[in-house]
């Protein structure tokens, strides 16, 4: 079964660093690229990050950038993402996301169920 | 940055109608790098439609995409209960990727 499985959510005070993690089985994970999205309470969808298969091109939201770092470790069939200096703001549920293909541009065709971030002292 | 403009903001709609959803935006997609996703409460998004009338796998033919350029229409042939949720687009085509604001449709 394709599966994205995303963990490392949590409190966290304003200016805090939190590093969340997922996890992908059921596909080559290595053959294809991988985003982060987050959806505030109540909020539509922003996407946040994505990387290339072997992380040649990485992008960001003008909101996160300098302040959170997308990696991935291919020999883990994992995804990251580090953030810091977090602020209210980016109070969301977090999703990884795949890419629908091997091209570099692609829709996210599967996604995990989501880990809560809150900024909050 | 391209802006998605999601029109209606809620569509009130009984079980066997025909929906139909449209996303315009600010400037030209580049190659119709446009998908649609539902959204159910408390659940991941689901991607229905990409390269604005491509259906992902496994999603029912009742779903269809058209458009081009600016102006893109996700339908739902008749609706089906499960159905009723949120819908976003979405251009991947150029960074930044953005989603429009989303439609919600509700049963009548």
């Known amino acids: 079964e394709v599966q994205l499985v995303e963990s490392g959510g949590g409190l966290v005070k304003p200016g805090g660093s939190l590093r969340l993690s997922c996890a992908a089985s059921?596909?080559?994970?290595?053959?294809?690229?991988m985003k982060w999205v987050r959806q505030a309470p109540g909020k539509g969808l922003e996407w946040v990050s994505s990387?290339?298969?072997?992380?040649?091109?990485?992008y960001y939201a003008d909101s996160v950038k300098g302040r959170f770092t997308i990696s991935r470790d291919n020999a883990k069939n994992s995804l990251y993402l580090q953030m810091n200096s977090l602020r209210a703001e980016d109070t969301a549920v977090y999703y990884c996301?795949?890419?629908?293909?091997?091209?570099?541009?692609?829709?996210?065709?599967?996604w995990g169920q989501g880990t809560m971030v809150t900024v909050s002292s | 940055e391209i802006v998605l403009t999601q029109s209606p903001a809620t569509l009130s709609l009984s079980p066997g109608e025909r929906a139909t959803l449209s996303c315009g935006a600010s400037?030209?997609?580049?190659?119709?790098?446009l998908a649609w996703y539902q959204q159910i409460p408390g659940l991941a998004p689901r991607l229905l439609i990409y390269?604005?009338?491509s259906r992902a796998t496994g999603i029912p033919d009742r779903f269809s995409g058209s458009g081009s350029g600016t102006d893109f229409t996700l339908t739902i042939s008749r609706l089906e209960p499960e159905d009723f949720a949120v819908y976003y687009c979405?251009?991947?085509?150029?960074?930044?990727?953005?989603f429009g604001q989303g439609t919600r449709l509700e049963i009548k």
């Open positions: 996301a795949r890419g629908n293909g091997i091209r570099g541009v692609n829709a996210f065709d599967i």
């Open positions: 059921g596909f080559a994970f290595s053959s294809r690229s």
């Open positions: 990387i290339s298969t072997i992380s040649g091109n990485i």
């Open positions: 400037q030209s997609v580049s190659r119709n790098y």
């Open positions: 390269d604005a009338s």
């Open positions: 979405q251009h991947y085509g150029s960074s930044p990727i953005t």
